[in-house]
Nanobody, 127 residues
Framework: QLQLVESGGGLVQPGGSLRLSCAAS????????IGWFRQAPGKEREGVSF????????NYTESVKGRFTISRDDAKNTLYLQMNRLKPEDTAVYYC????????????????????WGQGTQVTVSS
């Protein structure tokens, strides 16, 4: 059974850091373009970051550039999101997602491009 499981969320003060993990089972993550999304209360789910298979091209939404870093460890079948200098507006449920086909580079943030989703992990940034 194909599954993605996120972990690493929690409560952190503004300016703090968290590292999210997304463990894949039932499939080889190395063969998939994968991304991180988030959904804040009352808002649409939005793309946060993307990393491609093979060459490992990455992309980020503007609001997290310079603060978040996406990476993958294909040997561990795991995706990561290192989040630094967190802000209250980063508060959301964070989801990882994998695409069965290649993701269009200029549409990496579009949810329809992804076929498999995790259940999400809550990140709360508050003092």
């Amino acid at each position: 059974q194909l599954q993605l499981v996120e972990s690493g969320g929690g409560l952190v003060q503004p300016g703090g850091s968290l590292r999210l993990s997304c463990a894949a089972s039932g499939f080889i993550l190395a063969y998939y373009d994968i991304g991180w999304f988030r959904q804040a209360p009352g808002k649409e789910r939005e793309g946060v970051s993307f990393i491609s298979t093979r060459g490992g091209m990455t992309n980020y939404t503007e609001s997290v550039k310079g603060r978040f870093t996406i990476s993958r460890d294909d040997a561990k079948n795991t995706l990561y999101l290192q989040m630094n200098r967190l802000k209250p507006e980063d508060t959301a449920v964070y989801y990882c997602a994998a695409a069965a086909g290649s993701v269009a580079w200029n549409q990496w943030y579009e949810k329809f491009q992804y076929d498999y989703w995790g259940q999400g992990t809550q990140v709360t940034v508050s003092s």
